[in-house]
């Protein structure tokens, strides 16, 4: 731990701290702070589990939700995942809190199928850690034996986990969707892409991601490359799905490209289960009501 580093740095002689610049020495001291707190988080069950609609562009309807990891730090509040997912990963500690996630949401998919909707499917960002040793039969049986159908789960990995090296992913990936489980492939377009992915792996849905969305506008570049990727991606059989998002013209020109779905702030932020599940509710009353309306047109 932080103690024990410090200590033996000490014990070793002045002379070390020679490589080390002010900044170095604290960056390093507040990595182990990190790492000690979130220790204690998962001892504590710090985490909490937030639902983002993904929202069918055609319907309007919500038929998925992305559950977002969130760790409410006793005295900082709400800290953003892209601060402490690197850290849980180099620690191997991903292992434990990616099987919480995994769990959490299968619970909700299962009750949201049987409340709401049948097809409904929730899904889950993952760690190439993840995918290490006999993970994807433990997900299979997670699942089966919760009584969920792997269909209502939606696995999201991004294309840097298909990158050489991660053969073993890829395998695994085989297996979950022979499974069933349904693959997202995450942040489309930005990092290490290559569209050879596309050809190697089966995947179910591409995520544009949200840096294309953001200026998009008639006519723009950004507009361009969305509408090529939308009909790349159907034309090998995948749905898509615009992340970020933020506004009406977005959505507008986003459904006019024949995108599948949508997620960003324009319909909901990312938020606990009980207020997603408010929203269910309320589009379940709202479509009720509309099938009165329809009958007594008929
Ligand atoms: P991601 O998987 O690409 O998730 C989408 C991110 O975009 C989320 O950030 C979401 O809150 C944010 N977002 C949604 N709508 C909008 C919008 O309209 N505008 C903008 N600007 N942003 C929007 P978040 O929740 O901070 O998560 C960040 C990243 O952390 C995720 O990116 C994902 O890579 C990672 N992550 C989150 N939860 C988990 C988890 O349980 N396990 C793992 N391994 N990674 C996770
Ligand atoms: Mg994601
Ligand atoms: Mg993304
Ligand atoms: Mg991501």
Redesign the pocket.
Known sequence: NADQAMYAAKANGRNNFHYFTPSMQQEAMVRMLLIKELRIAIEEQQFE??F?PIVDLTSGAIDKA?????WKHPTKGYV???EF?PI??ETRM?IK??KW?FIESVKQAKIWRKRYHPNFQVS????PL?FQSNSTIDWHLLTKNMGLAAQAIGI?I?ESMLMEGHDDISSHLLKLRDNGFQVSL??FGTGYSSLSYLRKFDIDYL?I??SFV?NLSDGSDDMVLCEAIIVMAHKLGLKVIA????NNVQQRLLAHANCDYG????FA??IPADEFELLLEKQAQAQAKYNVASEHSA
């Open positions: 589990l937030f983002q992305e559950a977002l990891i969130r953003s995942p892209i997912i849980l990963e991903i809190v990616g996630v889950v960002n993952t760690s993840q999201e991004t995450d942040d995520k991601d949200k953001k992340e970020g998002v933020e997620q960003g702030y324009h932020k990312p």
